[in-house]
C-alpha cells in the first residue's frame, strides 16, 4: 500500500521555496514510511525534506547559475539513503515541451544523454566518495573518487533507481543501502559530504553542480557541502556471495591439438563487510571469460605495451594500492598470457595453455576513522607447462610458468582534511623451484595540499630488489611533483625524477624504463570566459630533459599547443614541437649489458592537428593528425573516430587509424651481436568497430571488431661501430653467404560478442563468442597495404573460434 498519492506535489512546490544553497548545507529526513522506487517521488515523506537548489554550471562557463532548474532531496531510514531529484526544463530554453534526451545502454558506459548524480562521502575523510549516477532512460552508474579528485569507475555496488519523464522534465529516485556506505560507528548525529551533479545534452547543453569548485582549486570531494541530520546511524555490514558456473568450447582451434570439448569451470567471488570500516574480498577460481578481449598492437619499439585492467575482482576497491605516481602494482602481471616455449631441434609443441590460472585470490581493505587506510592483496598462480614431442616420439612436459604467489600491502595516514597524506607500500612475487625469481618493492611516499588547496607537492622514493633467487639486483627511484593553479587560469607543473640502473618493480608493478634523470616542466593558460564565438581557450608549452645515470642525454624535448572550443561546440586543436638531437640507449637492445651502446639520433621537429564535433549530435566525429620529419623521410599518423546513434539503444563506434613512415633508423633482429640498423618503412592500417544494442538497461548486445595490418621492410643496413659512427652494411660476424630478412608482414583480425543479461540485482547471464585469427606470413616486400587481398588471406586462415555461456548468481 502506498504512502500518499499526487496531492503531494502541491506540497513538494512548497518546501521548494526554502530550498537550501550548498553554503548552507542540506539535511536529511528520517522516513518510517516505505518508500516505492518508481521515480515519482509521491509519498508524504519526500514533502518534508527541504529540497537542495541553485544548481552552478561547471560548462561551457564555470561558476555562472545553471540555466535550467534542479531540485534534490534526501530522505534515509535503518537500512537505506534515498535520493529524490527533479530535472526540471524551461519550456521558454526548450522551445515546447522537455526534451530530454535518453541513451539506452549497458551499465557503467559513458553517454552523451541526459544525466543525474549524487557524491557521497560518508566517511567525511574530505578525500573519499562514492558516486551514484542515473541517466533518462534508467541506466545506472557508479564510480569512486579517492585522493579528493581521482575517478575509479571499476567500482560497482547493487541499488535501485527509477526515472520518469513528463513535459516539466525528468525525475530520478535513488535507493542506496547503507550497506555500501562506510560511516562512522555510533548513534548520535552524523555529518557527511554530498555533492550533486546534473548533466543536459538537450536544446540547452550544460554540466552543473550543486556546488562547483572555483578555478585554481585542486580539491574536489574536500570541498563537498555537508549533509546533516543523520541520526540513530547503525553501520550495515556487507554480506554478498557470488558463485558462478561457465562452460566453454573451441569450435575451430589455429592449432591442431587444441581441444575441441566443452570445457566446465566453477568458482566464487565473495565479499564480507567485517564492520563499518573494513571488508574483505574473496575470488575462487576466477573466470574471467566475459570481459572485452584485449586491442591487438604492433609493438616493435623497445617499451612494453600496457594493456588496462578489465577483471572485475582486480579493479574494485583498487584506488587504496595506489601510490603516488608510478604503477608499483600492476595486476594484469597477475594470470597473464604465455608464450611458445623454446623448443631445440627436432622438437615439435603438441599443447600449452593460454594462460596461468588464478587459484584464489584475496584482498582486505580498510579506512578506519582515525584515517588510516589499509590495504592488503594476496593471489596464488597455477604451475603451468607445455607437451613436447621429441625427434623419437616420445611425449614430455616442459615448465611455461611455476607456481607464483604475490602480495602486496598498502597504508595511508591522512594528515588533514585536505587530503594530504603520508603512505607505505610494499609488494613481492616469489616463483616456486630453484631457478624460481624472487622480487620485492617498498616505496614511502607523501602528498601535501596546500591550506587553499590550489597547489599540492607529491613525493615518492621508491626501492626493488629482483632476480633469481641466488643474485638480485638493487635499485632505487625518487619522484617529486609540484603543481600550482592559479585563478586566473595559469596552471604550473614541475616534475623530477631520478631512477637508477637496476630499478626494477615488473615483476609485480609496469614501468616503461629505469636508469634515467628526467626534468619536466610545464605551463598551461586557461580561459573559461567566452570571447566572441570561442568559449575554452587554452594554450601551454612543456619541455623534458632526460638522461641516464652514465650521463648520456637521450631525450630533450620542447612542446607547444593550443586549443579551443567555439560556440557551437566544435573544438579545434594544434600543436608542435621538436625532439632536439640525442643518444638513444635502447634501440641497439644493448641497455641490459655491462656497456649500453648508443645510437645518434638526430633533430626531429614534428607537429599535430585536430578537431571534433559536438558530441551530443547522432553522429559525432573526431580527427586527429600528426606528421614528423625523420632522416629518412615523413611519418604521417591519421587517426578518424565516429561515434553514430541511428536510435537512443544502438550506438556504433569506428576508430579507423592509417600511419605511413618513411623511414627512421631502426634496429633489424639479427643473429649477429653487432647491432645492425636500417631505415624502417612502415605502412599500418588499423580498423576497429564497437556495436552496442540495448534492449533494456539490464539486456545488451555489444559487438568488438579489429582488423590490423601492417607492412615493414628496412633499407640502406648500417652496422655499429661505435656510439657516435655506424658503417654501411653487414658486420664481419654475419654468417658467411647470408643476409637477413629485411620484409615483413603481421595481419590480425580479432572478433567478440558479448551478450548480457542481468536477470536480477547482481545476477547476471552471459553469452560470449570469441574469434581470433593472425598470420605473419609476408604479404609484399614493399611495405605497402592492399586491404582487398589482405581480408581474404584472413578469411581463409585457421582460427580461433570459442563460445562460453556463464550465469553468477548474487546471495546476500
Not at 537542495?52 to 535550467?68: C, I, L
Not at 567500482?155 to 543501502?177: C, F, Q, R
Not at 560556440?567 to 632536439?580: E, K, P, T
Request: aromatic share 10%; net charge neutral; hydrophobic share 40%.
Amino acid at each position: 500500500m502506498r504512502a500518499t498519492s499526487l496531492p503531494v506535489f502541491p506540497l513538494l512546490a512548497a518546501v521548494a521555496l526554502a530550498a537550501q544553497g550548498p553554503d548552507s548545507g542540506l539535511r536529511a529526513v528520517r522516513t518510517t514510511a516505505g518508500i516505492q522506487i518508481d521515480g515519482r517521488l509521491d509519498e508524504a515523506a519526500w514533502a518534508l525534506a527541504i529540497p537542495a537548489s541553485g544548481f552552478t554550471q561547471e560548462w561551457p562557463v564555470r561558476g555562472v547559475p545553471a540555466r535550467q532548474r534542479t531540485e534534490v532531496r534526501v530522505l534515509f531510514d535503518d537500512h537505506f539513503l534515498y535520493v529524490g531529484a527533479r530535472m526540471h526544463h524551461d519550456p521558454a530554453l526548450d522551445g515546447g515541451p522537455a526534451k530530454v534526451v535518453r541513451r539506452l545502454h549497458r551499465r557503467d558506459q559513458e553517454s552523451q544523454g541526459d544525466w543525474f548524480g549524487v557524491a557521497i562521502d560518508s566517511n567525511h575523510d574530505h578525500r573519499t566518495a562514492l558516486v551514484f549516477e542515473v541517466n533518462a532512460a534508467g541506466v545506472q552508474k557508479d564510480q569512486v573518487i579517492y585522493n579528493d579528485s581521482t575517478y575509479d569507475p571499476s567500482w560497482d555496488g547493487v541499488w535501485e533507481s527509477a526515472v520518469t519523464i513528463d513535459e516539466g522534465g525528468w525525475t530520478a529516485e535513488l535507493k542506496i543501502p547503507l550497506s555500501l556506505l562506510r560511516f562512522k560507528p555510533g548513534e548520535g548525529p552524523q555529518t557527511w559530504g554530498i555533492n550533486f551533479s546534473r548533466a543536459d545534452q538537450g536544446v540547452v547543453r550544460e554540466s552543473s553542480r550543486w556546488r562547483v569548485v572555483p578555478r585554481g582549486d585542486t580539491g574536489f570531494v574536500s570541498r563537498f557541502p555537508e549533509l546533516v541530520g543523520l541520526e540513530g546511524l547503525r553501520p550495515q555490514t556487507r554480506q554478498e556471495y557470488l558463485p558462478y558456473l561457465s562452460s566453454m568450447r573451441k569450435f575451430e582451434t589455429m592449432r591442431p591439438f587444441d581441444d575441441r570439448r566443452w570445457e566446465q569451470r566453477a568458482g566464487l567471488d565473495a565479499r564480507w563487510g567485517l564492520n563499518s570500516h573494513a571488508q574483505v574480498d574473496l575470488s575462487l577460481r576466477p573466470d574471467f571469460g566475459q570481459v572485452e578481449v584485449d586491442q591487438a598492437v604492433l609493438n616493435l619499439g623497445t617499451v612494453e605495451t600496457f594493456f588496462p585492467e578489465k577483471r572485475p575482482f582486480f579493479l574494485e576497491g583498487m584506488d587504496v594500492f595506489r601510490v603516488a605516481g608510478p604503477d608499483l602494482f600492476y595486476s594484469r602481471r597477475i594470470g597473464q598470457g604465455l608464450s611458445d616455449p623454446t623448443l631445440n631441434a627436432g622438437e615439435t609443441l603438441q599443447d600449452r595453455p593460454g594462460a596461468t590460472d588464478i587459484t584464489a585470490a584475496a584482498k582486505y581493505t580498510a579506512k578506519f576513522p582515525s584515517g588510516t587506510n589499509v590495504g592488503l592483496l594476496g593471489a596464488s598462480v597455477e604451475p603451468a607447462s607445455a607437451v613436447i614431442q621429441d625427434a623419437a616420439g616420445g611425449r614430455f612436459r616442459r615448465e611455461l610458468a611455476p607456481l607464483t604467489n604475490f602480495g602486496v600491502l598498502r597504508v595511508q595516514q591522512l594528515m588533514d582534511d585536505r587530503g594530504s597524506y603520508l603512505g607505505a607500500f610494499a609488494s613481492g612475487m616469489h616463483q616456486a623451484g630453484p631457478a624460481g625469481r624472487v622480487a620485492q618493492v617498498e616505496a614511502i611516499d607523501g602528498v601535501y595540499k596546500s591550506f587553499d588547496r590550489s597547489g599540492l607537492v607529491e613525493a615518492t622514493l621508491s626501492r626493488t630488489q629482483a632476480g633469481p633467487k641466488e643474485a638480485q639486483d638493487q635499485g632505487w627511484r625518487g619522484r617529486l611533483r609540484v603543481h600550482q593553479d592559479w585563478r586566473d587560469g595559469w596552471v604550473l607543473e614541475v616534475q623530477a625524477i631520478n631512477a637508477g640502473w637496476a630499478y626494477n618493480p615488473n615483476d609485480t608493478g609496469y614501468l616503461n624504463r629505469a636508469d634515467e634523470q628526467r626534468v619536466y616542466a610545464e605551463l598551461v593558460r586557461h580561459w573559461e570566459d567566452p570571447w566572441g564565438v570561442l568559449r575554452h581557450r587554452e594554450v601551454g608549452f612543456n619541455h623534458t630533459a632526460a638522461r641516464d645515470q652514465a650521463g648520456h642525454t637521450f631525450l630533450r624535448n620542447f612542446n607547444g599547443w593550443a586549443k579551443t572550443d567555439f560556440s557551437n561546440f566544435v573544438s579545434l586543436w594544434g600543436g608542435g614541437g621538436v625532439d632536439v638531437a640525442a643518444e638513444d640507449d635502447r634501440e641497439l637492445r644493448t641497455y641490459a649489458d655491462p656497456i649500453k651502446k648508443y645510437l645518434a639520433r638526430p633533430s626531429l621537429p614534428y607537429a599535430n592537428l585536430g578537431f571534433d564535433t559536438p558530441g551530443n549530435r547522432p553522429w559525432y566525429v573526431k580527427v586527429n593528425a600528426s606528421r614528423s620529419w625523420q632522416e629518412g623521410g615523413p611519418s604521417t599518423d591519421t587517426t578518424l573516430f565516429q561515434i553514430i546513434k541511428p536510435t537512443s539503444a544502438v550506438e556504433v563506434q569506428l576508430t579507423t587509424s592509417l600511419t605511413r613512415d618513411e623511414g627512421e633508423l631502426k634496429w633489424l633482429e639479427t643473429p649477429t651481436t653487432t647491432p645492425i640498423v636500417g631505415l624502417r618503412r612502415l605502412s599500418q592500417f588499423d580498423q576497429s568497430l564497437r556495436v552496442a544494442y540495448a534492449f533494456n538497461p539490464a539486456f545488451t548486445i555489444q559487438l568488438f571488431s579489429q582488423w590490423l595490418a601492417a607492412n615493414w621492410n628496412f633499407r640502406d643496413l648500417k652496422h655499429y661501430v661505435n656510439d657516435q659512427t655506424l658503417a654501411p652494411g653487414l658486420p664481419q660476424d654475419q654468417p658467411p653467404g647470408t643476409t637477413p630478412e629485411t620484409a615483413f608482414s603481421y595481419r590480425t583480425w580479432n572478433l567478440n560478442l558479448i551478450t548480457r543479461w542481468e536477470f536480477r540485482p547482481g545476477s547476471t547471464f552471459f553469452l560470449v563468442y570469441t574469434h581470433g585469427t593472425s598470420t605473419d606470413a609476408l604479404i609484399n616486400d614493399r611495405a605497402s597495404l592492399a586491404p582487398r587481398p589482405d581480408l581474404a588471406i584472413l578469411r581463409k586462415l585457421p582460427s580461433d573460434d570459442v563460445i562460453q555461456a556463464k550465469v553468477s548468481w548474487l546471495f546476500r
